[in-house]
């Protein structure tokens, strides 16, 4: 017999997770939620050793062929490759993105942030440390970078990931903003590796206050800044137009190594990362906020003074763990959880545990197993899936084009704000149509490996079946009718009736019928909430 | 097949049918067409350049503002010449708007310039924000989207694909109206492995919450959608064949995907009225020209290609193009524009009073720049408002847009008669409860 309700384990673990299997479920009633929450939040750097042995040992494959040019050109390929770009120097991968279109084709560097996502995919389904998947998806999308802007920018996804994003999930977040305002892929998204002194770019500067840090609550617009209050500390309350303009000048110079000869200034040199260059900086920087930057004159003195500002701001806490908890809790995160998570990050500011310390207290809130508060989007739900069935991530390119109607799996998403993180926004009915073919047709694709039919229990009885996949895709017995309309459906497939030994079909149909029975299990709104 | 005026003449329609009908009988009309009406909205996002899109390219603080991006009055590449320009100034289309040009020498075409959201502020997101919910600045918040509220005011029946959105999801225009439903490929708009498994997924979202509510709309528009694409493909293969032996000329881009599709939807008859198009891309920091060449040859050629494709329901179409705002006069060194304000706004339709520019132009001389952008002397909701009172019927203009008064410009013909309260009471949150409409 199935629970009546989900157990506090399960909801949790909903919440803090990629979705809850069974086993997480056991282990947790026997250790813990405390200990298990401890556990997680102290991962070793890198994956889990059976993850790591996992995604060393992948291949995906790479297949082009030969082109002769002037410029040297390249033979065919066709080769199941390992995942090499994720290992791969910031001089290694931006020497890929100097031979395209000379000895090697842009596939290659296409192929950088393929094989990103596809660790991404293979992380999210099978780390053992699940709490840093899902706040590494979350930072992911908060410094959302779309690799379709540009080749420089893909070329820099794989370090983003393992340099600016992964190893800062639970540090702190000024080291994280630093990281990431120094990260290739994100100089060249929003242009300040482009920026020139003269007229300094200011796409960066505006989104790092309004959509990294401040928040949009804190545009105040073309208002006169010495008209804006001040804290306690002298800062203004908000930014405006001004301290954009400001924040470009500071942060000028802040470029890449990335060899270009830039007309009249200089030639930059070819490191492939980072490279602040003065002869880019702009020295008018003033006022920000209504602190004076204009006496610092050191190296990248003036963007760091912003940064400090920006990161230790009231607005910047509570617009962050805002968003944090809204990702865990729904549009509505309870007000307690929010005011101790900004408590958190305020009195942690210079720990470098400081995101860890903020976790913690989210997630050993009581509230982080109440009932399901939050629609579960498409990548969460699909992975979610394919850990209630025991399905293997497997690297291949159908992992691209699985939710490509929804543009919700990492460097997709167009703009840099980042997928908005509202269920009304996942309700449309093309997300629905998209993740529930995603439910029914991913196990059939290249990108998982599993036999549903071995999965299954051992067993004559079609009840008995139904009743043992839905207590491990949703955990308790689906109200009113749902489980005799699951039961009647699932009498009408052959391939079941073969599997509990009443008809006789080919195997590949009981395969085919058994994933039929577990995506329609999970397209139920019980599964679609966390 | 290019789209020429030839085309355009010959397959006009709806405009010379609606023109030739007198006014009593058009009054009685006025019922059946607040169904028959289609408002489409399509936004550019990004923040499109006016200034590029239709330039003033003769004027010597234009040239000397973009010395490198500029478009020519003159030369190879030059841009467009347009007639019926706003106070003595010439204006030029992108040279990469044939079809444009086209649209508007037929008349369904209007231009506006300088117009825009009243703001101070240049960030995207809080300007497409503010705009799709139908604020300026220092107005009280609303939640909703305007087309949310504009719905609502309509009195007849809506049907489930009365509202589409071609995107994958719906904007914050149609924000708090969940039945809005968003098909962005009609013919792959089903459910995976056909008729059991979507009645399975019916039969297990059959209660209440808001994603079972989200899951029974969904596979009733998939039923529809079927049934009306079988009729419609039916028809299409006993049409006799016209003298056209190609379709439409849509590109390969994503704004002929998202066109070409809603005009499937129009012609499946289903009661459609409202729809909107997003055309993403127009954020051009940076190498404008060839960025925007792009953008402005994908607008120009997917319009001219729907409006060529819907050619039996332009007198029923009213297409609005908008951005959230338009983009600094000088260029910067990146080749590039950065944020602005004032842009272009246009009206397509077979009832536009087309092939003529409406606005105040305000000038880019230094001293009329606001604080270095073209500033916005017609506020965009000043032209929707028109269009929704001419066109559909709106009987509350006040409940959409609650701090404009309404001061149609001309743009397009129609009956505005079922407009009560046109002028806004002195309090302008009335038809609202405290901060919130509808």
């Keep these: 017999m199935l629970p009546a309700i989900p157990s506090f384990e399960r909801l949790a673990l909903n919440r803090a997770t990629f979705g809850a299997r069974s086993v997480d479920e056991s282990y947790v009633q026997k250790i813990g939620w405390t200990a298990w929450v401890e556990d997680q939040l102290s991962p070793p750097a890198g994956d889990d050793p059976t993850l790591s042995r996992y995604i060393a040992s992948s291949t995906m494959n790479i297949k082009y062929s030969a082109k002769d040019n002037k410029l040297g050109g390249w033979g065919a390929v066709n080769e199941d490759r390992h995942l090499t770009a994720l290992n791969t120097s910031a001089l290694g991968l931006w020497e890929i993105y100097r031979q395209r279109n000379k000895t090697l084709p842009t596939k290659e560097v296409r192929r950088i942030t393929e094989e990103v996502v596809a660790a991404t995919w293979i992380r999210a389904t099978h780390s053992a440390y699940q709490v840093r998947e899902v706040m590494a998806n979350f930072w992911h999308n908060h410094f959302n970078v779309a690799a379709k802007d540009s080749l420089a920018v893909r070329t820099g996804t794989a370090a983003y990931d393992r340099d600016a994003i992964r190893p800062h999930v639970f540090g702190n977040f000024r080291e994280m903003l630093e990281a990431n305002a120094t990260s290739v892929s994100m100089l060249f998204y929003l242009d300040n590796a482009i920026s020139k002194p003269a007229t300094p770019n200011e796409n960066y500067a505006r989104e790092l206050l309004e959509l990294h840090t401040l928040g949009q609550e804190a545009y105040l617009g073309q208002v006169t800044p010495s008209t804006v209050t001040k804290n306690s500390n002298g800062v203004a309350t908000g930014f405006t137009d001004d301290d954009v303009i400001t924040t470009s000048r500071a942060l000028s110079g802040w470029t890449v190594g990335s060899g270009t000869r830039m007309r009249k200034l200089g030639t930059l040199p070819t490191t492939g990362e980072f490279h602040y260059e003065p002869f880019l900086h702009n020295t008018d920087a003033a006022l920000f906020m209504g602190k004076d930057l204009s006496g610092l004159r050191d190296d990248m003195a003036q963007g760091r003074a912003i940064l400090d500002i920006i990161a230790t701001h009231e607005a910047t806490a509570t617009f962050l763990c805002t968003k944090i908890c809204v990702r865990l809790f729904g549009d509505t995160p309870p007000t307690n959880v929010l005011n101790a998570?900004?408590?958190?990050?305020?009195?942690?500011?210079?720990?470098?545990?400081?995101?860890?310390?903020?976790?913690?207290?989210?997630?050993?809130?009581?509230?982080?197993?109440?009932?399901?508060?939050?629609?579960?989007?498409?990548?969460?739900?699909?992975?979610?899936?394919?850990?209630?069935?025991?399905?293997?991530?497997?690297?291949?390119?159908?992992?691209?084009?699985?939710?490509?109607?929804?543009?919700d799996q990492i460097f997709t998403w167009p703009a840099p704000n980042g997928h908005p993180d509202i269920d009304g926004y996942w309700l449309s009915s093309a997300a629905l149509i998209t993740e529930w073919k995603a439910l029914l047709t991913v196990l059939g694709l290249p990108m998982t490996g599993v036999s549903i039919?071995?999965?299954?229990?051992?067993?004559?009885?079609?009840?008995?079946?139904?009743?043992?996949?839905?207590?491990?895709?949703?955990?308790?017995?689906?109200?009113?009718?749902?489980?005799?309309?699951?039961?009647?459906?699932?009498?009408?497939?052959?391939?079941?009736?073969?599997?509990?030994?009443?008809?006789?079909?080919?195997?590949?149909?009981?395969?085919?019928?058994?994933?039929?029975?577990?995506?329609?299990?999970?397209?139920?709104?019980?599964?679609?909430?966390? | 097949?290019?789209?020429?005026?030839?085309?355009?003449?010959?397959?006009?329609?709806?405009?010379?049918?609606?023109?030739?009908?007198?006014?009593?009988?058009?009054?009685?009309?006025?019922?059946?067409?607040?169904?028959?009406?289609?408002?489409?909205?399509?936004?550019?996002?990004?923040?499109?350049?006016?200034?590029?899109?239709?330039?003033?390219?003769?004027?010597?603080?234009?040239?000397?503002?973009?010395?490198?991006?500029?478009?020519?009055?003159?030369?190879?590449?030059?841009?467009?010449?347009?007639?019926?320009?706003?106070?003595?100034?010439?204006?030029?289309?992108?040279?990469?708007?044939?079809?444009?040009?086209?649209?508007?020498?037929?008349?369904?075409?209007?231009?506006?310039?300088?117009?825009?959201?009243?703001?101070?502020?240049?960030?995207?997101?809080?300007?497409?924000?503010?705009?799709?919910?139908?604020l300026a600045d220092n107005e009280a918040n609303l939640t909703s989207g305007w087309l949310t509220r504009h719905i609502k005011t309509l009195t007849a029946d809506r049907s489930f694909m009365s509202t589409v959105s071609t995107a994958s999801n719906n904007p914050i225009s149609l924000l708090g109206y969940p039945q809005a439903v968003s098909i962005p490929d009609v013919q792959n708009f089903n459910v995976a492995g056909g008729d059991r498994n979507a009645n399975i997924i019916a039969a297990l979202n059959s209660g209440s919450s808001t994603y079972q509510k989200a899951a029974q709309q969904t596979i009733e528009v998939i039923n529809t959608v079927q049934d009306k694409l079988a009729d419609l493909e039916l028809g299409s293969e006993t049409r006799e064949d016209s003298s056209e032996t190609e379709g439409p000329a849509y590109t390969k881009g994503p704004l002929s995907g998202a066109l070409r599709n809603l005009a499937t939807l129009i012609k499946m008859d289903v009661g459609l009225d409202v729809a909107t198009v997003d055309h993403g891309g127009w954020d051009h920091h940076n190498n404008l020209v060839n960025e925007f060449g792009g953008q402005i040859s994908e607008l120009s050629q997917s319009l001219g290609a729907f409006w060529e494709?819907?050619?039996?329901?332009?007198?029923?179409?009213?297409?609005?193009?908008?951005?959230?705002f338009g983009r600094r006069l000088s260029e910067n060194a990146s080749n590039g524009t950065d944020h602005g304000s004032g842009s272009v706004m246009m009206v397509l339709s077979g009832n536009a009073n087309g092939g003529q520019m409406y606005g105040d132009w305000p000038g880019v001389g230094s001293s009329d720049l606001d604080n270095g952008d073209l500033a916005v002397t017609t506020d965009y909701r000043q032209v929707i408002a028109e269009i929704l009172a001419k066109r559909h019927n709106s009987p509350s203009l006040e409940t959409v847009f609650p701090t404009v008064p309404y001061s149609p410009l001309g743009i397009i013909?129609?009956?505005?008669?079922?407009?009560?309260?046109?002028?806004?009471?002195?309090?302008?949150?009335?038809?609202?409860t405290k901060h919130v409409c509808l």
């Design chain 1, 341 to 407: 998570a900004i408590s958190a990050w305020m009195s942690h500011q210079s720990q470098p545990d400081q995101l860890r310390q903020v976790m913690k207290t989210i997630l050993l809130s009581p509230e982080i197993g109440a009932a399901a508060s939050k629609v579960r989007q498409p990548f969460e739900k699909t992975v979610a899936f394919m850990r209630s069935v025991g399905a293997t991530a497997v690297p291949h390119r159908s992992m691209f084009s699985l939710l490509r109607k929804t543009p």
């Design chain 1, 453 to 530: 039919t071995d999965e299954s229990l051992a067993t004559t009885s079609v009840n008995k079946l139904v009743e043992d996949w839905v207590g491990r895709i949703i955990g308790f017995e689906l109200p009113g009718t749902k489980m005799d309309d699951l039961i009647d459906f699932a009498m009408g497939l052959n391939g079941v009736l073969t599997y509990v030994g009443q008809k006789s079909s080919s195997a590949r149909t009981v395969e085919n019928h058994l994933r039929r029975l577990v995506g329609v299990i999970a397209a139920a709104d019980e599964f679609a909430h966390r």
């Design chain 2, 1 to 134: 097949m290019r789209l020429t005026r030839r085309n355009l003449l010959l397959s006009a329609t709806g405009g010379a049918f609606m023109a030739s009908i007198g006014p009593g009988l058009r009054v009685s009309m006025a019922a059946d067409r607040k169904s028959d009406e289609i408002l489409v909205v399509l936004f550019a996002r990004g923040g499109a350049d006016g200034l590029q899109l239709l330039a003033p390219a003769d004027v010597s603080s234009y040239q000397q503002a973009r010395p490198t991006i500029a478009v020519q009055p003159s030369g190879p590449n030059a841009g467009l010449e347009i007639a019926n320009g706003i106070d003595g100034v010439n204006f030029f289309l992108n040279p990469g708007a044939t079809e444009l040009n086209d649209l508007y020498a037929s008349g369904d075409l209007a231009l506006i310039h300088a117009a825009g959201i009243p703001t101070e502020n240049r960030s995207h997101f809080k300007s497409m924000n503010m705009i799709e919910r139908g």
């Design chain 2, 309 to 324: 494709d819907v050619s039996e329901y332009r007198g029923r179409i009213s297409l609005v193009f908008m951005t959230e």
């Design chain 2, 413 to 432: 013909n129609g009956d505005d008669s079922a407009l009560t309260n046109a002028v806004v009471a002195s309090n302008p949150s009335a038809g609202c």
